[in-house]
């Protein structure tokens, strides 16, 4: 017989540990809480009949979130034979406030306290057995890193399976809640199953929206229902939600006398010692800061200045720095070989002027890229990063924005795809649609080879270009933060946000390795794909001219004659306020639409355009911060579930990284002392007015 697991706990409780160590199968592991969004499925070792469904992290069975939605539709409709509840055993009372709703749906339930060999280590006292007699179910201590424990509790959920899908009720709530509830499933449940009556009738008194849609319960009956709900409201002095919540924590304090003694040795973990530094009110940012100047320091001076050393020396013997030159020894190879076989020179043009050219240059950053994955992935599994999701959330905070909204922020460090998509776990419409508009301003990895690219040929290979870069990705979110909090479709105050500090431990190479390969080959994988496909239109674009007497192939085109450069030529006008009014930038500009790497891909195939510093920052900044590629234009469309919101944030980012750059430029130039144009100069300094008026404003509430 088919048995189906549902694997139930809080973000970060070890539940994609434990589901790879019993499916054997591999899914990323995260170290902060919304990496899990959508459920995933596997088979139990050895037991084909048996399955397991990876479920997301949550903290409470409440409609808050998407992914509570899921979670709890899933149990709801789908209704496995068995929850394992995956308790952090470090953080135990807050995840038993999960476990006391589990523990009404009607199904039975095996819980695994899990990160046992921390609460060992720490002398933390568990009395297992008491711990199950109040819970009335299976409570058996695990550790998903070790393994202990593991095949232990699988045999436990299999044994479950045989029991009584009928509430054992062990936490009765207050006479009168008791009462209503009574009356409740007397009332509208009578025809829910018995072991789910007492579930939807918490879920009533709690006048959820999705439960009393769901249940299609009459005016009449919602009426009268209502009568008996007040009535406990009005004598807890409380809302309902307030009063079931405070009865958990109440329960939960009972559950733990005597079955439960943390140990004094918590507060002096190393982890603490270095949190008081780490997260240190003034320092925190600074070190950040720093940190990742010196990953950038690494990846981008260091690594990509001797990659380009090494492929200087070896492949060229001379030349400045960028894809194009180094791969123009592999062209003379290719283009002598292509001669004596008689190639056209058509294909050959292709193939070494567009194809190669094109991915190698993309390719080019292979190694800069590498370095950079480790180090970031270090830094996220050794759960730094969630540190800073916990500084920069009260910074967020503190400028209307969702604390939630860091973690799609970190995410799209790396791509914004999955950045936009990480935007479910805020449950505020408002705080999610200004998540989703703002997240792509992080710089992603597919803008990094420009960034190291403009930092390479215009400012001696300096890692702070890198560092401003990401300085102005965070200003752009806080900014945009403020300035749509004002307008009125994106006032209301912003949702507190739960977030527990997991333990600094070491990376495990093998979980480190597994990451970096994946973003590693990704990369190359992209480079085969989209860089091909769109290095073979530019090549196309640029090397064909259209006329009267229709659209030919013609060797050494000047650039301005070539499709490409006819339309980028149109929009001249508009990109010379901003300092790259050039056919190369603006065509690149418009490549990058495909793909962000398509803008080193561009000047591997045309060249970099003469630029000064400041226009080549201007580019920079611009391309940063304006529309993002295609990819993600599309998650912006999928997540916003609405073309008038998915054009807004388009528009928006277009604007304000039009404006950016405007004023970068215009007042740069202003300020450098070179010859400023007075229109350029007025025009930024009525939009700085602009803004700093808006930001003065009050804020809708
Ligand atoms: P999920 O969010 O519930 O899926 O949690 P993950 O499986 O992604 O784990 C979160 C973090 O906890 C990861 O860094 C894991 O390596 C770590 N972790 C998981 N189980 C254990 C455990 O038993 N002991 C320790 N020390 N760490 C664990
Ligand atoms: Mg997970």
């Not at 589901?19 to 995260?30: A, C, D, I, P, R």
């Not at 899908?165 to 509830?181: D, K, S, T, Y």
């Not at 970031?376 to 967020?396: H, N, P, Q, V």
């Not at 093998?510 to 994988?525: A, E, G, H, Q």
Request: proline residues 4%; positive net charge; aromatic residues 10%.
């Amino acid at each position: 017989m088919a048995l189906r697991i549902a694997l139930i706990g809080n973000p970060n409780s070890g539940k994609t540990t434990l589901f790879n160590l019993l499916t054997g199968e591999n899914q990323y592991v995260g170290n902060w809480p919304g990496v899990t969004v959508e459920k995933k499925e596997g088979k139990l070792r050895d037991k084909e009949n048996i399955t397991i469904t990876d479920l997301p992290g949550i903290y409470s069975l409440s409609p808050y979130s998407p992914e509570e939605i899921v979670a709890r539709n899933f149990l709801l409709d789908e209704n496995p034979d068995v929850i394992l509840n995956i308790v952090d055993g470090t953080n135990l009372e807050r995840n038993l406030y999960l476990t006391t709703q589990l523990l009404e749906l009607g199904i039975p339930v095996v819980i695994a306290v899990n990160m046992f060999e921390l609460v060992r280590k720490r002398g933390d006292k568990i009395d297992f057995t008491l711990l199950s007699q109040r819970l009335g179910c299976r409570v058996i201590p695990i550790s998903a890193i070790t393994g202990e424990g593991v095949n232990k509790v699988a045999d436990a959920a299999i044994l479950a399976t045989h029991e009584s899908r009928q509430v054992i009720n062990m936490h009765p709530f207050c006479g009168i809640v008791e009462h209503a509830l009574a009356h409740i499933e007397e009332a509208v449940l009578k025809e829910i199953p018995l072991n789910l009556q007492r579930w939807y009738s918490i879920k009533i008194f709690e006048r959820d929206m999705y439960v009393l849609e769901k249940l299609n319960i009459s005016k009449d009956a919602l009426n009268s229902l209502e009568t008996s709900i007040r009535e406990a409201e009005k004598e807890l002095d409380d809302s309902t939600e307030g009063i079931i919540a405070n009865e958990r924590y109440q329960f939960i304090d009972q559950i733990k006398q005597g079955a439960y003694q943390r140990s004094a040795y918590y507060d002096m973990t190393p982890s603490n010692k270095i949190d008081k530094l780490l997260t240190n009110r003034f320092l925190a940012l600074p070190i950040f800061a720093l940190i990742m100047f010196f990953v950038y320091y690494i990846s981008i001076s260091l690594v990509g200045g001797w990659t380009t050393k090494w492929i200087n020396a070896t492949l060229l013997g001379k030349g400045a720095y960028l894809g194009s030159h180094w791969i123009q020894g592999l062209p003379l190879v290719l283009s002598n070989l292509f001669t004596k076989w008689n190639v056209s020179a058509i294909l050959s043009d292709l193939v070494i002027k567009g194809i190669l050219a094109g991915c190698g240059a993309v390719l080019s950053f292979l190694p800069q890229m590498f370095t950079l994955f480790v180090c970031i992935t270090f830094l996220e599994d050794c759960g730094y990063m969630s540190r800073i999701a916990f500084i920069l959330d009260k910074l967020f905070r503190k400028f209307g924005l969702s604390g939630k909204s860091f973690i799609p922020f970190l995410v799209a460090s790396g791509c914004g795809v999955p950045g936009i998509m990480a935007t479910r776990t805020i449950e505020n419409e408002n705080d999610r649609r200004l998540t989703i508009i703002t997240t792509t301003f992080i710089p992603c990895g597919a803008k990094l080879p420009m960034i190291a690219l403009i930092s390479a040929t215009l400012f001696g290979g300096s890692a702070l270009v890198a560092l401003s870069a990401y300085l102005v990705g965070i200003l752009a979110i806080i900014i945009s933060g403020f300035i749509l909090k004002k307008s009125k479709s994106f006032s209301g105050n912003v949702a507190p946000f739960v977030m527990e500090l997991p333990d600094y431990r070491l990376p495990r190479f093998l979980n480190l390795w597994r990451t970096v390969l994946d973003r590693t080959l990704s990369y190359i994988k992209k480079a085969g794909s989209i860089i091909l496909i769109s290095s073979i239109l530019l090549w196309l674009g640029t090397k064909f001219s259209g006329g009267s007497n229709g659209i030919a192939y013609t060797p050494n085109l000047a650039l301005e004659k070539s499709l490409l450069g006819r339309l980028a030529s149109y929009f001249l006008f508009l990109f010379k306020p901003l300092g790259f009014g050039n056919v190369r930038a603006v065509i690149a500009t418009i490549m990058g639409l495909i793909a962000k790497e398509e803008i080193v891909a561009v000047f591997g195939v045309l060249d970099i355009a003469n630029m000064s510093m400041l226009a080549g920052y201007s580019f920079l900044i611009f391309n940063l911060l304006c529309a993002p590629c295609v990819a993600a234009m599309a998650a912006i469309k999928k997540e916003m579930y609405s073309w008038k919101w998915t054009l807004f944030a388009i528009s928006y980012q277009c604007v304000f990284a039009y404006c950016v750059s405007l004023i970068i430029f215009q007042l740069g130039k202003f300020y450098s002392g070179a010859r400023a144009n007075p229109l350029g100069v007025t025009v930024s300094a009525v939009i700085l007015g602009i803004l700093t008026y808006w930001l003065s404003k009050e804020r809708n509430k």
